[in-house]
T-cell receptor
Framework: AQSVTQLDSQVPVFEEAPVELRCNYSSSVSVYLFWYVQYPNQGLQLLLKYLSGSTLVESINGFEAEFNKSQTSFHLRKPSVHISDTAEYFC???????????FGAGTRLFVKA | GAVVSQHPSWVICKSGTSVKIECRSLDFQATTMFWYRQFPKQSLMLMATSNEGSKATYEQGVEKDKFLINHASLTLSTLTVTSAHPEDSSFYICSASGGHLYNEQFFGPGTRLTVL
């Protein structure tokens, strides 16, 4: 079985400051890792994913995440946030070859002017 | 990219009525669809997994007679909330995967259900 822990329920940060949203997982099998973003009253949008290969993955809007197998982490970072990045962010894992995705509890990123 | 739609985006109904929510994959064949429920300020809770042409697999604690799921085609799954009550009010989200997109889920925009 897999589990996901997002250590921070809320992260307030000022605009143009860097941010890190933490995600740790546990699994007895190999996993795929995902970060999703959810804006109010909307579904989830895939931000980035790690399936294999390079452990550093990037999104088109400046976010990046690094898969660290030894620390079982997949933290999300952005060097400079915008007001528009205010949203709920979910880390998720699914076993390779399987379908069931396990979501973390979510982290609300609140960017202040 | 792969697109999943949901209809309706929001619905208000009276207690005791049934509500059907549709989930469609618009540009790929979804062999597997998932239905989630999300309470305010909480994460997604998987309700059931459905594979095209077979019965859905429900998660523990989810009443299959209450939440009827049909996945009759590779592009459509429906969730029917039967005899809805106020405690069924929630945000329902579907996702789909399939074909060469088997290792990723694509999410619909969600349906807000309010039962009066």
């Amino acid at each position: 079985a897999q589990s996901v822990t997002q250590l921070d329920s809320q992260v307030p940060v000022f605009e143009e400051a860097p941010v890190e949203l933490r995600c740790n997982y546990s699994s007895s099998v190999s996993v795929y890792l995902f970060w999703y973003v959810q804006y109010p009253n909307q579904g989830l949008q895939l931000l980035l994913k790690y399936l294999s290969g390079s452990t550093l993955v990037e999104s088109i809007n400046g976010f990046e995440a690094e898969f660290n197998k030894s620390q079982t982490s997949f933290h999300l970072r952005k060097p400079s946030v915008h007001i528009s990045d205010t949203a709920e962010y979910f880390c998720a894992v699914s076993p390779t070859g399987g379908f069931k995705t396990i979501f973390g509890a979510g982290t609300r990123l609140f960017v202040k002017a | 990219g792969a697109v999943v739609s949901q209809h309706p985006s929001w619905v208000i109904c009276k207690s005791g009525t049934s509500v059907k929510i549709e989930c469609r994959s618009l540009d790929f064949q979804a062999t597997t669809m998932f239905w989630y429920r999300q309470f305010p300020k909480q994460s997604l809770m998987l309700m059931a997994t459905s594979n095209e042409g077979s019965k859905a697999t429900y998660e523990q604690g989810v009443e299959k007679d209450k939440f009827l799921i049909n996945h009759a085609s590779l592009t459509l799954s429906t969730l029917t909330v039967t005899s809805a009550h106020p405690e069924d009010s929630s945000f329902y989200i579907c996702s789909a995967s399939g074909g060469h997109l088997y290792n990723e889920q694509f999410f619909g925009p969600g349906t807000r259900l309010t039962v009066l």
